[in-house]
């Protein structure tokens, strides 16, 4: 079965901004399946606009702010 974006629900999602992008956590349910959380980041290019990027690394200042982010979403997978 294809992936399908109409089945994907959004639960929670908040992100913050850095000098060189966003990091984003969210919470995703596929089809009303299990909730998994998604750690996104998006770079900026010469013209300022956001694009997606593969996470990689994350440095000690950016993990000291998703940590409080996730720990935000944890009690919404229950």
Do not use: C, H, W
Not at 6 to 15: M, R
Not at 30 to 35: F, I, L, P, S, T
């Amino acid at each position: 079965m294809p992936y399908d974006n109409s089945l994907d629900e959004q639960l929670f999602a908040k992100s913050f901004d850095t000098d060189f992008g966003r990091l984003t956590v969210s919470i995703y349910s596929y089809n009303g399946g299990q909730k998994k959380i998604q750690i996104s980041r998006e770079t900026k290019d010469k013209q300022d606009n956001l694009k997606f990027a593969k996470l990689g690394r994350v440095s000690k200042e950016e993990m000291e702010a998703l940590i409080p982010i996730i720990q935000e979403a944890l009690p919404k997978m229950d």
